[in-house]
Every structure is written in structure tokens, then in C-alpha cells.
């Protein structure tokens, strides 16, 4: 009875063999950054992952986080993301601002100072010593909160690495782990093999999971994502006769209401010289209207067959989509439209690469970037035992798989490529579920009680350096 620990005694910090431990979970991505505490159902922080910059006189320039600071167009006010295109972090500096902006801004309270020092009780006499040993051992954000932080499938060693210094050293976290999004996907929807594919906004992926382990060599991504079909729609409304308008909210003082197809009938702000946002102000809230066209528009042909292809009906199915009733939308300066079968083509190019719009600067991607051809690329690449398996429990998670019809197009794909396994798809209807599947499943992890013991500690960390991470986080 050496080893029982008495129920009187609170366990100790290293151990985390108690309830009371409030471990985070951050799960960063390109478009938006998931926070919260582990064992909660969502997360309690989702923050923009794109920030703004201030330019100013003095060294550096002022960035700006949140929801409320990156809408207000100010005078020259620019938009950045730290993330690259492929879903690993690029400018380290400005993502380890945003992550912790993202944590304490609404799960973890600052910590409180010395009364003495609050400015209430101050002499005086202004010539007052700076405490600098106080300044310098000032208490780090994160000291009291293990972290579980999750990565993309194919993130680096070298940046593996800067997660736990990040981690670690400048917030001060008692522990850390390091968790692959794939796998808490499938986690959340309670599977420990699965092939995950995640439609984001910069990246198509297809994960293959086994016994809660990646197969590393099954990774397939592709860029043909929610961002790809925000630059189709771009391409769509540029192409109509006449161009539709995309004007976006912030450049509206006020509108009146206009017949369908007739032009824009609205008071337009003005900015004079020197006070006007940066175009990428103006790129970044075009995509916030662009978005609103998604998740209210655009569709998905869900099949049978392709949209360019022949259907039922002795025509082909986008002949045929024009029969279909359209779906209205009106911009923000006023102009409306019915959208018919166009509505369609946005996300076609996501499984037909010829069905693609393009430009000079937008050329069509090529067919082993679509999701059809990725995952038979990343089948392909697994033991032959172990595909019925993972087809018959296909979890599909990321924002940009709420398009409409999406899940029914990708049943009819995977039907026609594997006719004699059995496909079944997996796909929670609650819209959180979907878009915060990695962070659900992290929730979960961080939460077991098994997985304490898994936690990498301050003291590894401090007596192994950043490498342990390779060593441990498999």
C-alpha cells in the first residue's frame, strides 16, 4: 500500500494524477486559431487567424488581434496571416503574439500584480528606483496550464521543435504534448482508424489513421480548399455579364433596396489620401462577403456523375441544373441576384480539375489535386488489409466541408472508385463538430486519465532540450 497515494494529500504538480488540472488545447489553422479548456465540448475561443498591422514611426509596427480590431478599417491598416499557405506557421514571431492573444484573452485572466505596486499607494517623490529583478521575474502566462497543441500531418521537424520553446520558455507551461490533427479527428468521432479528410481554408487533407497512429506515407493534401473557392468565385463574378459587384461592408454608409440584377443603388464611404486601409484590408473583407456567399449559395453537384457529365436526364447535368430553382443573395451595397446553375461551378473544380475556372494569374489545377485523386493516391499507399477499413469509416471535418450536397458528391466519388468495399462516411451534422473536429479530439485526449502519464514535464524539456519532442510525440 506503499504507492497509494492518501486522499488528503493533493497531488503534486509534475504528477497531474488529479482532476483539478486545467490543461489547454490549442489548435491553430490558417483561417481561424481554437483555444480552450480540455474536457469542455468547444472550444471557448476562436480567434481570426489573419491580424493587423499598424504601421508606426518607432521600430516596430503595431499588431493588432481579434475580431474587433482587424474589421475597423483605420488609416493604413494592412492584414497578415503567419501561416503559409500550406498550414505550417511562417513568421513564428507574430503566431506565438496571436496564440497567446487567442489563450488569454478569453480562457486564462492576467495575472494580478502587487497591490503595492498598483499606483494607488505611490510617493511622490518621482525618482523612485525601477524594480528590474521584478520586471525580469515576471510570471509567464501559462505556468499553471499544461498545453496540448495540434500540428498538420506533415509539419516539419524544425517546427515541431519551436512549438515545445514556445511553449515552454516563454509562456512557462508545467508540460506539454504535441498531437497530430488527423488523429484527433478521428478521435472526436470516436474511431481510432480512419482515413480523415479535412477540407480547410488553405489545404485539402487526407490523413490515414490506424490504431491511433499516422501513416505517414498515406499523407495526401492539395490546395483545392475553401480558399480555392473563394478565388473561383472571384473569377465567376468577374466573368458574368455584367460583372457582379463585390463591394464589401465597410465601404457602405447606406443602401436602397434595388429590383434583382439592376444596379447597386447605395451611398459609398470615401477615404481621402493617407487615411484609406491597405488593399489587403480591402482583400480580407471582400473574403468575408465571399464567405457569406458559401455558406448561403454556393453548392456542390451531388451527383451521380460529374457536373460536365451526362446524367438521367439525356442532358448533361449542368444543362439540366439550370432547371433547378436558384438561391437569392444580396450584397452588402444592395445588388441581388437569383444564382441558377452557376452556383455549381465554384466547388466543381475540387473534384473535376477541368471543370475549373481560370485566368492568366489562376491556371487550372492539375487532376491529382482534386479529393477524389488524393485519396485513391493516398490509399494507394497503405497496406491492402487495412483499406476496407479505413473506407468504411471516412471522417470528413474542416469548415469548408459544410458546402451543400459536399458529403453526398463525395459518397457517389468514392462509390464509383471502390465499388466492392463498403464506403461510409462519417460526418457529424452539428456545424461545430465539424469545423472543430481537432480540437474536440484534443479536448478528449487531454482530458483522459490515461494520458497523463504522457504529458512531456518542464524537467524533460529543461534536461533533454527541444528534440524531445521527436522522441516522444510519435
Given at each position: 500500500?506503499?504507492?497509494?497515494?492518501?486522499?488528503?494529500?493533493?497531488?503534486?504538480?509534475?504528477?497531474?494524477?488529479?482532476?483539478?488540472?486545467?490543461?489547454?488545447?490549442?489548435?491553430?489553422?490558417?483561417?481561424?486559431?481554437?483555444?480552450?479548456?480540455?474536457?469542455?465540448?468547444?472550444?471557448?475561443?476562436?480567434?481570426?487567424?489573419?491580424?493587423?498591422?499598424?504601421?508606426?514611426?518607432?521600430?516596430?509596427?503595431?499588431?493588432?488581434?481579434?475580431?474587433?480590431?482587424?474589421?475597423?478599417?483605420?488609416?493604413?491598416?494592412?492584414?497578415?496571416?503567419?501561416?503559409?499557405?500550406?498550414?505550417?506557421?511562417?513568421?513564428?514571431?507574430?503566431?506565438?503574439?496571436?496564440?497567446?492573444?487567442?489563450?488569454?484573452?478569453?480562457?486564462?485572466?492576467?495575472?494580478?500584480?502587487?497591490?503595492?505596486?498598483?499606483?494607488?499607494?505611490?510617493?511622490?517623490?518621482?525618482?523612485?528606483?525601477?524594480?528590474?529583478?521584478?520586471?525580469?521575474?515576471?510570471?509567464?502566462?501559462?505556468?499553471?496550464?499544461?498545453?496540448?497543441?495540434?500540428?498538420?500531418?506533415?509539419?516539419?521537424?524544425?517546427?515541431?521543435?519551436?512549438?515545445?520553446?514556445?511553449?515552454?520558455?516563454?509562456?512557462?507551461?508545467?508540460?506539454?504534448?504535441?498531437?497530430?490533427?488527423?488523429?484527433?479527428?478521428?478521435?472526436?468521432?470516436?474511431?481510432?482508424?480512419?482515413?480523415?479528410?479535412?477540407?480547410?481554408?488553405?489545404?485539402?487533407?487526407?490523413?490515414?489513421?490506424?490504431?491511433?497512429?499516422?501513416?505517414?506515407?498515406?499523407?495526401?493534401?492539395?490546395?483545392?480548399?475553401?480558399?480555392?473557392?473563394?478565388?473561383?468565385?472571384?473569377?465567376?463574378?468577374?466573368?458574368?455579364?455584367?460583372?457582379?459587384?463585390?463591394?464589401?461592408?465597410?465601404?457602405?454608409?447606406?443602401?436602397?433596396?434595388?429590383?434583382?440584377?439592376?444596379?447597386?443603388?447605395?451611398?459609398?464611404?470615401?477615404?481621402?489620401?493617407?487615411?484609406?486601409?491597405?488593399?489587403?484590408?480591402?482583400?480580407?473583407?471582400?473574403?468575408?462577403?465571399?464567405?457569406?456567399?458559401?455558406?448561403?449559395?454556393?453548392?456542390?453537384?451531388?451527383?451521380?456523375?460529374?457536373?460536365?457529365?451526362?446524367?438521367?436526364?439525356?442532358?448533361?447535368?449542368?444543362?439540366?441544373?439550370?432547371?433547378?430553382?436558384?438561391?437569392?443573395?444580396?450584397?452588402?451595397?444592395?445588388?441581388?441576384?437569383?444564382?441558377?446553375?452557376?452556383?455549381?461551378?465554384?466547388?466543381?473544380?475540387?473534384?473535376?480539375?477541368?471543370?475549373?475556372?481560370?485566368?492568366?494569374?489562376?491556371?487550372?489545377?492539375?487532376?491529382?489535386?482534386?479529393?477524389?485523386?488524393?485519396?485513391?493516391?493516398?490509399?494507394?499507399?497503405?497496406?491492402?488489409?487495412?483499406?476496407?477499413?479505413?473506407?468504411?469509416?471516412?471522417?470528413?471535418?474542416?469548415?469548408?466541408?459544410?458546402?451543400?450536397?459536399?458529403n453526398d458528391r463525395l459518397n457517389h466519388e468514392l462509390m464509383a472508385l471502390y465499388p466492392s468495399p463498403r464506403v461510409r462516411i462519417s460526418a457529424p451534422g452539428n456545424t461545430s463538430e465539424r469545423r472543430f473536429a481537432g480540437w474536440i479530439g484534443g479536448s478528449i485526449l487531454a482530458s483522459l486519465g490515461s494520458f497523463h502519464q504522457m504529458w512531456i514535464s518542464k524537467k524533460e524539456y529543461d534536461e533533454n532540450g527541444p528534440n524531445i519532442i521527436e522522441k516522444r510525440c510519435k
Amino acid at each position: 500500500m506503499a504507492g497509494v497515494q492518501s486522499s488528503s494529500i493533493p497531488p503534486s504538480n509534475v504528477e497531474y494524477g488529479g482532476d483539478e488540472i486545467s490543461a489547454l488545447v490549442l489548435d491553430p489553422g490558417y483561417s481561424s486559431t481554437r483555444a480552450g479548456f480540455a474536457g469542455e465540448d468547444v472550444p471557448k475561443s476562436v480567434t481570426p487567424s489573419y491580424y493587423g498591422v499598424l504601421p508606426s514611426s518607432s521600430a516596430s509596427d503595431k499588431l493588432l488581434f481579434g475580431d474587433n480590431s482587424i474589421h475597423t478599417p483605420l488609416p493604413n491598416l494592412g492584414i497578415g496571416n503567419p501561416m503559409s499557405k500550406d498550414g505550417t506557421v511562417e513568421d513564428w514571431d507574430t503566431a506565438a503574439k496571436l496564440w497567446e492573444y487567442a489563450i488569454t484573452s478569453r480562457l486564462t485572466n492576467a495575472k494580478p500584480g502587487n497591490p503595492m505596486s498598483n499606483g494607488l499607494n505611490d510617493p511622490d517623490n518621482s525618482n523612485m528606483d525601477v524594480d528590474i529583478e521584478g520586471a525580469e521575474n515576471q510570471e509567464k502566462p501559462l505556468e499553471e496550464n499544461p498545453l496540448l497543441m495540434t500540428e498538420t500531418g506533415w509539419n516539419s521537424g524544425k517546427g515541431r521543435e519551436k512549438g515545445i520553446e514556445i511553449a515552454m520558455e516563454s509562456w512557462g507551461c508545467p508540460a506539454f504534448w504535441l498531437a497530430r490533427n488527423g488523429v484527433l479527428a478521428a478521435f472526436a468521432g470516436g474511431k481510432a482508424t480512419a482515413l480523415v479528410v479535412d477540407i480547410g481554408a488553405s489545404n485539402i487533407s487526407v490523413t490515414p489513421v490506424h490504431d491511433g497512429l499516422i501513416l505517414k506515407k498515406g499523407v495526401a493534401r492539395s490546395p483545392l480548399a475553401g480558399n480555392f473557392v473563394s478565388q473561383q468565385l472571384r473569377l465567376l463574378f468577374s466573368s458574368s455579364q455584367p460583372p457582379v459587384p463585390l463591394t464589401p461592408h465597410y465601404l457602405v454608409t447606406s443602401k436602397t433596396p434595388v429590383d434583382a440584377g439592376a444596379p447597386a443603388h447605395a451611398t459609398y464611404k470615401s477615404f481621402g489620401p493617407g487615411i484609406a486601409p491597405q488593399d489587403s484590408f480591402r482583400r480580407f473583407q471582400e473574403e468575408r462577403v465571399l464567405t457569406e456567399f458559401k455558406e448561403s449559395v454556393v453548392q456542390v453537384w451531388a451527383g451521380p456523375g460529374r457536373l460536365a457529365g451526362h446524367g438521367q436526364h439525356g442532358t448533361t447535368n449542368e444543362e439540366y441544373a439550370k432547371t433547378l430553382p436558384g438561391r437569392p443573395f444580396e450584397m452588402p451595397d444592395g445588388w441581388n441576384q437569383m444564382f441558377g446553375a452557376e452556383r455549381y461551378r465554384a466547388a466543381e473544380g475540387m473534384f473535376d480539375a477541368k471543370m475549373a475556372l481560370t485566368d492568366s494569374e489562376n491556371p487550372s489545377p492539375q487532376q491529382g489535386q482534386t479529393l477524389p485523386a488524393l485519396i485513391q493516391s493516398s490509399l494507394s499507399q497503405v497496406d491492402s488489409d487495412i483499406r476496407p477499413h479505413l473506407l468504411s469509416n471516412v471522417v470528413v471535418t474542416g469548415g469548408t466541408s459544410l458546402l451543400y450536397g459536399f458529403n453526398d458528391r463525395l459518397n457517389h466519388e468514392l462509390m464509383a472508385l471502390y465499388p466492392s468495399p463498403r464506403v461510409r462516411i462519417s460526418a457529424p451534422g452539428n456545424t461545430s463538430e465539424r469545423r472543430f473536429a481537432g480540437w474536440i479530439g484534443g479536448s478528449i485526449l487531454a482530458s483522459l486519465g490515461s494520458f497523463h502519464q504522457m504529458w512531456i514535464s518542464k524537467k524533460e524539456y529543461d534536461e533533454n532540450g527541444p528534440n524531445i519532442i521527436e522522441k516522444r510525440c510519435k
